[in-house]
Nanobody, 125 residues
Framework: VQLQASGGGLVQAGGSLRLSCAAS????????MGWFRQAPGKERELVAA????????YYTDAVKGRFTISRDNAKNQVYLQMNTLIPEDTAVYYC???????????????????WGQGTLVTVSS
């Protein structure tokens, strides 16, 4: 499976962006997916995750109520709708996938087998 993230850009604080992650391969619907972000000088962190059937979601506390993760298995896409953006959301955002069955999300990067190339989100104050 290959992943390609897109949709990043420059936005003012309070604005919105929608990130997309396109997947190739027929096994996408069996992957749990996540969005990570990495700000300058910081470690990559899990922002949101979604189970393979779109029935379970996870959000880190910093984005709860502002970000929404969703997926469309028919289109091999996963999305991250980001609203009420703040400067602290500035980072490179990565989509990632795994096929482990114990949990649909893991905070550790090493648990994810598939990664997109990253898309830069910059929020100006």
């Amino acid at each position: 499976v290959q992943l390609q993230a897109s949709g990043g850009g420059l936005v003012q604080a309070g604005g919105s962006l929608r990130l997309s992650c396109a997947a190739s391969g027929r096994t996408f619907s069996r992957l749990a997916m996540g969005w990570f972000r990495q700000a300058p000088g910081k470690e990559r962190e899990l922002v949101a995750a979604i189970g393979w059937r779109d029935d379970r979601t996870y959000y880190t506390d910093a984005v709860k109520g502002r970000f929404t993760i969703s997926r469309d298995n028919a289109k091999n896409q996963v999305y991250l709708q980001m609203n009420t953006l703040i400067p602290e959301d500035t980072a490179v955002y990565y989509c990632a996938g795994h096929n482990k069955s114990i949990s649909f999300y893991y905070p550790e990067m090493t648990r994810y087998e598939y990664w997109g190339q990253g898309t830069l989100v910059t929020v100006s104050s």
